[in-house]
């Protein structure tokens, strides 16, 4: 790796970075589309750069949802894709409590829709979404490139995940020396399909080969990324090094091997402002390291809430997540017998996801009445208070980009306990002799993504958590202590912000842009 990529990783922030604007573009954000900690991202990660004199802005599609929770934005501008003709508006907002002003791409026919951001309110992944993200991308092109009427354009394009992938596509295929970052928050999720959806988005010819889009005979949005943008980040250095192996790469780790130099990891981070136990208004008591008892009042109000046992002493396990192969919750339900063997050990889980591992559940919960509760909906709320309660996180991920679940628990005091792989080795210290007396330790590991592997470091968890003594809430105290806040992160995204506008040739003129050959075909909008 580049010598500027070992910094990253090394955790070394140069001095002082110049300010650079950032267009941000995601396609969810907290707090008005989360389906995952992607939104969080988009929501944190600006704030902290403004904080520390980026421009940043952030663009994400303007959703239905969305567009029910605000009301006093602004319109910008109404045009059209000078390629596509599709006309959109671009609406500003700014997010809440925030400087930092947001864009909402508004084209009511792709976006205006109930149901989530990628999914019809029955879950089922919207037909068209390689159009819907295609547009996306071609508006955010337009505005990175000052052709969008904004009066504003962005030094450096910052692109998240697939959805935002043909951007650098389109930007550099079109012979624009635009820095872009690409961030890979999961690359399981790729954005791919097949040839007839390329043709009807009418996309440069030249995007159908193994050196640009296509991808074993589909067309990968994520690809466009991978290969055009100058700077790849994944949101853990050792995720980063595992999506360059067969194991994680999904195929992708030739290509990732290909472009290592320009690829390194930095940690997402965690936004105390609005986690934080001493203040969060979504949980019922407030508590810090030094009044570990009130936690216990959290756990009882919780109980209550969800309909469990009331019981103090019981030890309250717990899991938050996208209900997925990737989170391991199959290895939680096999492992049942095993991580609730007896009355006092309660159990929650809050997710939606594969209706396997849902009719799973039910099945479990309806067999423990007021031992386990399951919560198959999304609420955010509720997410902070089972932080704020239980005593165990499990996280048995089989891969992990990063994980912000795992560090929302840490500072909650609700001790994870995860398969070492990805951002969950980076960010959590294996409780043993050694770190406990350091005072480093912050949770328990497990090598690999088995049951049998889950069950034998919950024991060690369940043990230690049951043993008389001050161990377990010292080791409560140094997990809560972790600072994995925002600022480091964001400043590392500077010094690349910054080294990539100082290497960037001075920019084109607007006018001098060649717009990029679509192939004539199909009308767009199919
Ligand atoms: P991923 O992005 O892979 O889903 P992360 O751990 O990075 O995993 O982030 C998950 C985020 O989504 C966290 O903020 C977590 O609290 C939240 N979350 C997941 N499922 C739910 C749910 N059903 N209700 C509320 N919040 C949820
Ligand atoms: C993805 C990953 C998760 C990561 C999140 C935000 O959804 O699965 O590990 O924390 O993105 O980067």
């Known amino acids: 790796m580049r010598s500027s990529s070992k910094s990253l990783q090394d955790g070394k922030v140069k001095g002082e970075t110049t300010p650079v604007s950032v267009l941000f573009a995601v396609s969810e954000i907290y707090p008005w589309v989360k389906t995952g900690g992607l939104a969080d991202v988009a929501c944190y990660l600006p704030q902290a750069l403004r904080e520390i004199g980026m421009d940043v802005r952030v663009v994400v599609p303007a959703y239905r ?46 976006y205006d829709r109930p149901g989530g951001p990628y999914t019809d309110p029955g879950g089922t992944e919207w037909p068209d979404n390689a159009l819907r993200y295609a547009q996306f991308c071609r508006v955010i092109v337009a505005m990175t490139l000052n052709q969008a009427g904004l ?20 930007l550099k295929a079109g012979g624009s020396n635009q820095p872009v970052v690409f961030t890979i928050h999961n690359l399981a999720y790729q954005g791919n399909f097949p040839y007839e959806i390329f043709r009807l988005l009418r996309l440069p010819a030249g995007f159908w080969s193994s050196e640009s889009m296509e991808f ?23 995720y980063a090094l595992e999506i360059t192996t067969p194991e994680y790469g999904n195929s992708m780790d030739g290509l990732l091997v290909h472009r290592q130099e320009t690829l390194s990891g930095i940690l997402n981070g965690v936004d105390y402002r609005h986690w934080d136990p001493r203040h969060d208004p979504f949980i019922w008591h407030h508590y810090w390291t030094d009044s570990l008892d009130i936690r216990r009042l959290n756990k009882l109000e919780l109980q209550e809430e969800l309909g469990l046992d009331r019981n103090p002493d019981a030890v309250l396990l717990s ?7 990737q ?18 050990v309660q159990m929650v889980v809050l997710g939606t996801g594969e209706s396997v591992y849902e009719t799973g559940l039910l099945t479990a919960a309806s067999a423990r009445l007021g031992q386990v509760a399951v919560c198959m909906y999304f609420n955010e709320g509720l997410a902070h208070r089972i932080q704020a309660s239980a005593d165990i996180l499990l996280m048995p991920s089989r891969f992990e980009p ?10 909650y005091g609700n001790i994870p306990v995860v398969c070492t792989t990805g951002g969950l080795a980076d960010t959590i210290i294996d409780v043993n002799e050694q770190t406990l007396s350091a005072g480093t330790a912050s949770g328990f590991r497990f090598p690999d993504p088995t049951t049998s ?8 968890a369940l043990d230690m958590c049951r043993s008389p003594g001050p161990g377990w809430h010292n080791l409560l105290r140094s997990a809560m202590q972790k600072d994995f806040s925002w600022n480091n992160s964001a400043r590392r995204y500077a010094v690349l912000y910054d080294e990539l506008v100082r290497v960037s040739p001075s920019r084109p003129a607007v006018q001098s842009h060649r717009t990029i050959p679509s192939d004539p075909g199909p009308v767009p909008g199919w």
């Not at 074993?216 to 050792?238: C, E, H, N």
């Not at 339900?333 to 009355?343: A, I, Q, S, V």
């Not at 592997?453 to 060690?460: K, N």
């Open 319 to 325: 899991h938050i997540s996208r209900l997925t192969g």
């Open 216 to 238: 074993y005979g589909s067309m990968s949005f994520i690809k466009g990324g991978l290969v055009y943008a100058d700077r790849l980040i994944t949101v853990s250095p050792s």
């Open 151 to 170: 009066h504003w354009h962005p030094d450096l394009l910052h692109c998240n995940d697939w959805h935002t992938g043909l951007a650098p596509a389109l």
């Open 65 to 110: 949802s969305l567009m029910a929770q605000i009301h006093d934005y602004r319109v910008c501008t109404e045009t059209r894709l000078p390629e596509a003709g599709i006309r959109y508006r671009l609406l500003e907002i700014m997010l809440p409590d925030s400087q930092v002003p947001v864009y909402l791409v508004d084209i009511p026919e792709l």
């Open 453 to 460: 592997s889950l069950v034998t470091a919950f024991r060690r």
């Open 402 to 411: 990063c994980g912000l679940t795992q560090l929302y628990a840490l500072r």
């Open 327 to 344: 989170k391991g919750i199959d290895l939680i339900l096999y492992g049942l017998t095993d991580l609730l063997p007896d009355r006092n």
